[in-house]
């Protein structure tokens, strides 16, 4: 059992940064591949970042490729979303996910853990 717990997020103006922090309990982090996923009202879930067990594979969305970055702490049980030049269509509920996989990361109907969500507001 992996629980996991956001935060970071809040209101920023276009433009700016913010830093997603995902706390992961238990002592088989580094046994999880993980994963950021957003939500946008009226919007399906949508795939953000991946990164895996020992943080040698990462993927992203076209969307973020450039502007976001993720990272872990396998030590601190941590993982990072690292979001920078911020635009208004990066407004959504961002969850942090785990994936006990190897393959699929962009698959959100893959992941076994997720958190609760954190809100991220970019104003123009």
């Known amino acids: 059992q992996v629980q996991l717990v956001e935060s970071g997020g809040g209101l920023v103006q276009a433009g700016g940064s913010l830093r997603l922090s995902c706390a992961a309990s238990?002592?088989?982090?580094?046994?999880?591949?993980m994963g950021w996923f957003r939500q946008a009202p009226g919007k399906e879930r949508e795939f953000v970042a991946a990164i895996s067990r020992s943080g040698g594979s990462i993927y992203y969305a076209d969307s973020v490729k450039g502007r976001f970055t993720i990272s872990r702490d396998n030590a601190k049980n941590m993982v990072y979303l690292q979001m920078n030049s911020l635009k208004p269509e990066d407004t959504a509920v961002y969850y942090c996910?785990?994936?006990?996989?190897?393959?699929?990361?962009?698959?959100?109907?893959?992941?076994?853990?997720w958190g609760q969500g954190t809100q991220v507001t970019v104003s123009s």
């Open positions: 238990g002592r088989t982090f580094s046994s999880y591949a």
């Open positions: 996910a785990a994936y006990s996989g190897r393959r699929y990361y962009t698959d959100l109907g893959r992941y076994d853990y």
